[in-house]
């Protein structure tokens, strides 16, 4: 289990595994950042901004970029700018390539870069923690998530997720996670409450999701169930909500069912530190 991130954290570099952050919300966040919490120094590095039809660059320039934020001896944390697919294409290289620096800091982000969280804490590099990102600040109410992260970089743990229990815990995107199975980067999570949140998903592939998940989860102290977004109408009721869905899967595998937890893909999305920093 990770120890306790050093806070307060000074010098962040911002990068994006993924898909490009549009400069006008960088440019937002460095004034909110500025503005309020000015002993953080954001860094946002320039790849955040190339686009490479669906990516930030190409596998190369984003796998460069990350490596730049990481090998920097003076930065204390790396926040991912913005999720959309992609992280996964660059996660094994990454890991790979990544050295003694990479174990001194702090990899912030959640949605499609909980690849990269996953195969960190796997792999016992640095500390990994879901938190709001950068490009959050587009959402309705989105400053309060730029700032909860900003907040606790500065040693504030008020935005924490409030049903952390003094268990080790993990929280990811559902999608996210069901494809980590199988990879060298699917963290170890034996003992561990497992946060899932998703977005975009019709119920049905919900429920596929965790027949999925669930067979790899063995000795997990319990789920929690993060928000359910933005699911699609389908052409015919499935049925059950998100909920009653993953009540049955934790009943059918033996898994708790330990409630709901504020994570997700909205401005109220909280922070989780992985393992036992919280």
């Not at 000015?38 to 686009?51: G, I, K, M, R, T």
């Not at 796998?63 to 001896?73: E, I, Q, S, T």
């Not at 969280?117 to 587009?138: E, F, N, Q, S, T």
């Not at 999570?189 to 899932?196: A, D, K, T």
Request: overall charge negative; charged content about 25%.
């Amino acid at each position: 289990m990770v120890a306790r991130v050093h806070r307060p954290i000074r010098k962040v570099a911002i990068c994006a595994p993924a898909t490009p952050l549009r400069r006008k919300y960088a440019e937002a966040v460095s004034a909110l950042a500025a503005e309020e919490f000015p002993a953080v120094d954001l860094q946002f590095h320039e790849q955040c901004f190339v686009e490479d039809g669906h990516f930030a660059g190409s596998d190369e320039v984003r796998l460069a970029a990350l490596l730049d934020c990481v090998n920097d001896a003076s930065v204390d944390a790396v926040w991912f700018a913005k999720g959309g697919y992609g992280s996964n294409r660059i996660a094994a290289e990454f890991l790979g390539k990544a050295d003694v620096e990479a174990g001194r800091k702090t990899y912030i982000g959640y949605s499609d870069c909980g690849t990269l969280l996953g195969g960190l804490y796997r792999a016992g590099i640095g500390r990994a923690v879901h938190a709001p990102m950068p490009v959050d600040i587009k959402r309705e109410g989105g400053e309060y998530a730029v700032r909860r992260t900003l907040a606790w970089m500065s040693g504030n743990d008020e935005g924490l997720e409030q049903g952390l229990s003094g268990k080790p815990a993990v929280a990811f995107n559902l999608y996210t996670l069901a494809m980590l199975v199988g990879t060298q980067m699917m963290p170890l999570l034996e003992g561990h409450e497992v946060l899932i949140e998703e977005v975009g998903e019709y119920e049905y592939a919900i429920d596929r999701l965790m027949f999925h998940l669930v067979e790899h989860l063995r000795g997990i102290a319990g789920i929690r169930l993060g928000e359910v977004t933005a699911i699609p109408e389908n052409d015919r009721p499935f049925g059950a909500d998100a909920e009653q869905i993953v009540r049955y899967w934790c009943e059918r595998y033996g898994i708790a069912y330990l409630g709901r937890a504020s994570i997700g893909h909205s401005a109220t999305n909280r922070i989780v530190p992985f393992g036992l920093e919280a």
